[in-house]
């Protein structure tokens, strides 16, 4: 194989993203044929230099695997957590091949999450660039007015930038409501900062499809591997998403 970037080889590798893998680098966790790497320029040949990652050699992954997880509450999104909490790689028992998680859902939050090896197709849709449209249910402390929801769906200034249009649709009318929310983004936090623009406060946030890929009957905890035709819609989704970012934003 020809030398590539070492974070490009540790994400196809099923190690990290290439974000976290140049977080690993910088921190002297990737050692190349004995000889620590800093440099986010470096690149190497998995099929010819001795990678490890905190002591692990790396493999190339004898094949690519996708797989749908229901991410519990009081989870985190990461490989690993400095705070020994419970990780979404915690869950994946059987699982013989290292993947990793495609985005994140805050610790509070559940519900759908994508893992893989397959670091292209990750970075794609965890790029900016790709505006690939997520799905939520979230239940609120209170009602917005139509007022309020109308803009919601236009935009809401957060730290000193407008969220991109959304959809919104009122699924449960009460007291404390249910919503569904559509975004093609993903700032931290960005579901509750927009309702606490209202002044209303989520009191659960379930993530139920991304793109073309839902949730379905998974349970907190459980996961399921993608069919070929799921992984075939999810490549063109974000092939669309990249070519028309906002079409779709408050569909």
Same mark, same amino acid.
């Given at each position: @194989?020809?030398?590539? /970037?070492?974070?490009?080889? =540790?994400?196809?590798?099923?190690?990290?993203?290439?974000?976290?893998?140049?977080?690993? @680098? %910088?921190?002297?966790?990737?050692? &190349?044929?004995?000889?620590?790497?800093?440099?986010?320029?470096?690149?190497?040949?998995?099929?010819?230099? #001795?990678?490890?990652?905190?002591?692990?050699?790396? #493999?190339?992954?004898?094949?690519?695997?996708?797989?749908?997880?229901?991410?519990?509450?009081?989870?985190?999104?990461?490989?690993?957590?400095?705070?020994? /909490?419970?990780? &979404? @790689?915690?869950? =994946? #028992?059987? $699982?013989?091949?290292?993947?990793?998680?495609?985005?994140?859902?805050?610790?509070?939050?559940?519900?759908? $999450?994508?893992?893989?090896?397959?670091?292209?197709?990750?970075? %794609?849709?965890?790029?900016?660039?790709?505006?690939?449209?997520?799905?939520? &249910? +979230?239940?609120?402390?209170?009602? =917005?007015?139509?007022?309020?929801?109308?803009?919601? *769906? !236009?935009? +809401?200034? =957060?730290?000193?930038?407008?969220?991109?249009?959304?959809?919104?649709?009122?699924?449960?009318?009460?007291?404390?409501?249910?919503?569904?929310?559509?975004? &093609?983004?993903?700032?931290?936090?960005?579901?509750?900062? @927009?309702?606490?623009?209202?002044?209303?406060?989520?009191?659960?946030? *379930?993530? +139920?499809?991304?793109?073309?890929? !839902?949730?379905?009957?998974?349970?907190?905890?459980?996961?399921?591997?993608?069919?070929?035709?799921?992984?075939?819609? $999810?490549?063109?989704?974000?092939?669309?998403?990249?070519?028309?970012?906002?079409? /779709? %934003?408050?569909?």
């Amino acid at each position: @194989m020809a030398e590539e /970037r070492l974070q490009k080889i =540790l994400s196809q590798a099923g190690v990290a993203s290439r974000r976290q893998a140049e977080k690993l @680098m %910088a921190e002297g966790r990737v050692v &190349v044929n004995g000889t620590v790497i800093t440099e986010l320029g470096s690149k190497a040949d998995i099929e010819r230099d #001795h990678i490890k990652v905190d002591g692990r050699l790396i #493999h190339a992954p004898k094949h690519q695997v996708y797989v749908a997880l229901c991410k519990p509450n009081n989870t985190v999104t990461t490989v690993s957590d400095p705070e020994h /909490r419970s990780t &979404v @790689m915690d869950l =994946l #028992h059987g $699982l013989k091949e290292r993947v990793y998680p495609v985005g994140r859902l805050d610790y509070h939050s559940e519900g759908l $999450l994508l893992l893989t090896n397959d670091g292209d197709l990750a970075n %794609a849709i965890m790029s900016a660039a790709t505006h690939l449209a997520k799905t939520y &249910v +979230v239940k609120t402390n209170g009602p =917005l007015t139509k007022d309020q929801e109308q803009k919601f *769906r !236009d935009g +809401v200034p =957060l730290s000193g930038r407008r969220t991109m249009p959304a959809g919104l649709k009122l699924i449960r009318d009460a007291a404390n409501p249910w919503y569904e929310v559509r975004l &093609v983004e993903g700032r931290n936090n960005q579901i509750r900062m @927009m309702f606490k623009h209202f002044g209303r406060l989520v009191e659960k946030l *379930r993530r +139920v499809k991304i793109g073309p890929i !839902d949730l379905g009957p998974l349970k907190p905890g459980e996961f399921r591997h993608l069919t070929m035709e799921e992984v075939a819609k $999810l490549k063109r989704s974000v092939t669309q998403a990249r070519q028309e970012p906002h079409k /779709r %934003a408050a569909e």
